[in-house]
């Protein structure tokens, strides 16, 4: 299964998840939008966080994932590991 979800922030960003399911799980996760992320290159660990979660994961589940490889310097602006969440869990509905 694939999707794509999307959520945009209240007076925030633009959130979009896109994804694939195998066997219960996500298999391939690539978030995007018009938020801004310090450093950029920590997009990456955003989307192998979400990679091996359970399709079933709440967005309080999939928000720790998020929070969770972010490391201590990262900024986002626009949007939170809670707007994620509920991008990935719209692409899964």
């Not at 929070?67 to 590991?81: H, K, R």
Request: glycine share 10%; proline share 6%; net charge negative.
């Amino acid at each position: 299964m694939n999707g794509h979800g999307e959520y945009k922030v209240p007076g925030g960003k633009l959130v979009v998840a896109d994804i694939g399911v195998q066997a219960g799980r996500l298999v391939r996760v690539q978030i995007s939008g018009d938020f801004f992320l310090e450093p950029p290159e920590v997009l990456g660990n955003i989307d192998k966080a979400l990679v091996g979660q359970h399709a079933d994961a709440s967005e309080t589940e999939l928000a720790l994932a998020v929070a969770a490889a972010l490391p201590p310097e990262a900024v986002m602006f626009g949007f939170s590991p809670e707007a994620v969440a509920i991008a990935v869990r719209r692409a899964l509905a």
